[in-house]
């Protein structure tokens, strides 16, 4: 019956983007912002992702916490029936801001589009399934002028709606790059309905590609100055947004970043339990008083655990 294709999608699935099982071993990262203005940064994560597909990387212990998480980082999911997992990544998810500025495929001139890809599809060639999410920084990734090719497009890689679910070994963990949580900063979310918008985006990719680059300069110029207006809670998640997604997902862990403060959060209301691992974002060391940022998290069989790349030597 024809008529069946227009039943509403069940709330459970309307999300569902994948399952981890048995030994699967999925890697997560985000919020790298490569881009020119820090070659130093791009070398770490670069070297880091490396160090990590090749096994050179192992899971640490330890992470700092808000006052809202329990004892320990780890994350154990119910059910351990995989004790044997494998010894190399079957997933890597990157979960948005790759690139600092990104305004279409068709800017062949980004210092590390390549780079990146040619590091994925070595990923893929070892037998990951790679997933990439857009972020707030790189909202048009995967988008072209018509006629042209688009990033990735000579790999498997899949672009992630946001936010999505993947079933992780009985529990769904809802992934999101994170900034659909600052609900607090209306004037953002209005922008990002407007830029997240494909008739808007399509229009955009119609214009010359120096105005789109002096249009995207102009932005983050104006959000920075912005940033020092706006109270600091606002660049934070909200509480009651991060139980709402939850809920609407039917979720019981987050992963996301984006706010750059890394941390697992263990939200409780009664009886009810959400777990919110917040990934850092990543900064080369910048002399004693900024130092080394950026880490991955590992989710696998027994949990999920951050896992630091090799300090410089």
Known sequence: DHRADRRPVPRANRYTRGQLTGADRALFASDMHLGEHDPATAALFFKALTDALAGRLQISEGLQQSSQAAPGFGYAFGQNTSPAISPVFTHVFLLGDLFEIWVGDD???????????ALLVQAEKAGSKVFVMRGNRDFMLGKAPIGQSTWLANT???????PCVIDAFGTRVLLTHGDLLCTDDTDYQNYRKVVRNEAWQTECLTKPLSERQAIAHSIRSKSAIDKGDKPAAWMDSKEDAVWTLGADAIATVIIHGHTHRPALHVHRRGTQQLSRHVMPDWSAAQGETKPQRGYFLVVDSHGIHPMHPTPPS
């Open 156 to 162: 498997d890689a899949r672009f992630l709606p946001d």
């Open 107 to 117: 800017d062949l001139s980004h210092p590390y589009s390549e780079a990146l890809s």
